[in-house]
Every structure is written in C-alpha cells, then in structure tokens.
C-alpha cells in the first residue's frame, strides 16, 4: 500500500481568480538618465517599477509590474503600451510575463 500511493491522483484544487495575477514588462535602456525618466513616468503613473543596471554592465532594465485586471477595458495592449514608451526613451521593450494565480486566503 506504501509505495503504491505515491503518485495516486489528486483532485486539482479550483482556481479562485479573486485575486489575478501580476503582468511584469522588461524595458532596457542603453543609459541611467533614459532608464530613470522611463521610470518615473511610469511611476507617476501608478505602476511599481524597479530600475537596475543589466547583467551585461552595458544597460539599464526597468521592470514594470502591474495588474492584469488594471487593463481592462484599455484600449491598447501592455506590450504595445509599454514598447512606446521603451521607444520614446531611446530603450527597448524586452517583452513580459504573467506570474501564476493566486488563491484567496
């Protein structure tokens, strides 16, 4: 009976979208001043934002947190939202992620 449950099937827990998941944007800079005007824009603007030299020592990353469900009902995407920005700051968008759900406590 020991080794035999194991890897006996589990029932998936349900997923409770109570609260959605964190969208994060990478934004690369080839200088800090660029890096740090991204930034504040974007803090002023209600995003968490976190600015740091690249593990190539050559560029600054900007990495821009937010909520998925802050998005609704926007009229542009984040990628195409955060890529003008990048753009407007001589950077580069360097693409996202979505962090797992998170179940309510």
């Known amino acids: 009976m020991g080794i035999l449950n194991l890897f006996r099937r589990r029932r998936p827990e349900p997923v409770i979208d109570d609260i ?3 969208m994060s944007h990478y934004l ?8 740090e005007d991204a930034g504040t824009l974007l803090r002023d603007r209600d ?3 976190d600015l740091k030299e690249a593990d190539d020592d050559e560029h600054w990353l900007v990495l821009v947190t937010h909520e998925l469900a802050d998005w609704r009902g ?5 990628p195409d939202y955060f890529e003008a920005i990048a753009s407007h700051f001589e950077g580069d968008y360097d693409g996202w992620e979505i ?3 998170r179940h309510a406590s």
């Open 74 to 78: 926007k009229s542009t995407s984040p």
């Open 47 to 49: 995003f968490d934002v």
């Open 28 to 35: 690369t800079f080839p200088d800090r001043e660029n890096a």
């Open 99 to 101: 962090g797992p759900y």
């Open 20 to 22: 959605p998941p964190a």
